[in-house]
């Protein structure tokens, strides 16, 4: 495939790996570009010197490229750009505040920059600021899904009129169906994060893999509001914290990154496509069957919308 996003990318295929907080480190990242995608280290929360390590284990494990994901209200934001460029990094992601405060940073180091967006207000923003390609995230996304509660559906085609940068579609994609889908609305890319927890190449959160296994259309909700909200699927902590009865100051859930997490008393941010995971994969067979999937259901369309003589 070859297009603007994979320009930008240097990658295979059109595909980026959502970064996902402790999860997504220099292992994953190098199992997705290792497969033709474009893999992510997410700097949210790794100090400087563990944010090196894991990108000189992903560069150990991968000589494709690979990204870092950095959160903008982050203290240490512009070093974690600085240090991305200075270890050879050609494309970062940005999510959480306005981009204008590292581009011309980011600009002057040779650095290509994606940045998350969940409206059209936050798309121009970016685009004044200078990015190469916005990321919309839709209320269906696992994690932060944004305040305005816009579907994927809805945005990405508002954000494609709008605005003269490659669109990457986040939130709810999860098979070959939803990257058809996105590719019709007008997007260049898709961003995938839920389906890459249940792989083979996630290190560890075996209750949380199974909690995907087990989920349906109706297992996730939407905690919190405004900016820092959250989707996460629904177990005891989830509901006990919605329930207007609860005090809820008193309910400690626990990080997915305890060692102490379970499937009851753990936040486990997850997408409304949740319920269309079935299997735990290998990183490399979930891409292929994405991308192949995909071409096999544009030359299916291709054949039922085909004018007959
Ligand atoms: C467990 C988890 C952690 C996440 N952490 C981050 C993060 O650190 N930075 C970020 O920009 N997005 C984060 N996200 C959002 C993903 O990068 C991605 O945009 C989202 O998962 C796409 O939607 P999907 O899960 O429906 O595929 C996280 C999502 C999940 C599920």
């Known amino acids: 495939v070859q297009n603007r996003v994979t320009d930008i990318l240097g990658t295979q295929y059109p595909l980026v790996q959502g970064a996902m907080r402790q999860i997504t480190l220099g292992e994953m ?171 083979t190449d996630c290190p560890g959160l075996d209750y949380y893999k199974k909690a995907l296994l087990d989920a349906r259309d109706t297992s996730t909700t939407y905690l919190g509001h405004g900016a820092m909200n959250l989707r996460v699927l629904k177990n005891q902590a989830v509901l006990r914290l919605m329930d207007p009865e609860e005090k809820t100051q008193h309910i400690r859930p626990v990080d997915y990154t305890s060692p102490q997490g379970d499937a009851e008393t753990t936040l486990m941010p997850a997408g409304m496509n949740a319920g269309l995971i079935r299997k735990i994969m290998p990183i490399r067979d979930i891409v292929e069957e994405l991308m192949l999937g995909c071409r096999k259901i544009s030359l299916e369309l291709e054949a039922i919308f085909m004018e007959k003589d």
Not at 94 to 100: A, H, K, L
Not at 149 to 166: G, K, R
């Open 29 to 199: 990242a190098a199992a997705v570009s290792n497969s033709g995608g474009f893999g992510q280290i997410a700097s949210s929360m790794l100090p400087l010197g563990r944010l090196r390590a894991e990108i000189k284990r992903a560069q150990r494990l991968t000589d494709r490229p690979f990204g870092v994901n950095v959160p903008l209200h982050r203290p240490n934001a512009v070093e974690s750009v600085e240090m991305a460029a200075d270890l050879g990094i050609h494309a970062i992601t940005t999510s959480g505040g306005n981009p204008v405060k590292i581009m011309d940073k980011a600009k002057r180091l040779g650095l290509k920059v994606l940045h998350k967006v969940s409206n059209t207000e936050m798309g121009l923003k970016a685009q004044t600021a200078g990015v190469d390609g916005v990321i919309a995230t839709g209320y269906e996304a696992g994690g932060h899904g944004g305040k305005d509660h816009i579907t994927t559906l809805c945005l990405v085609p508002q954000l494609v009129d709008m605005l003269n940068l490659p669109v990457i579609a986040a939130g709810g994609i999860c098979d070959a169906r939803g990257v058809a889908a996105a590719f019709a609305l007008g997007a260049q890319g898709v961003e995938i994060g839920t389906r890459f927890i249940a792989s």
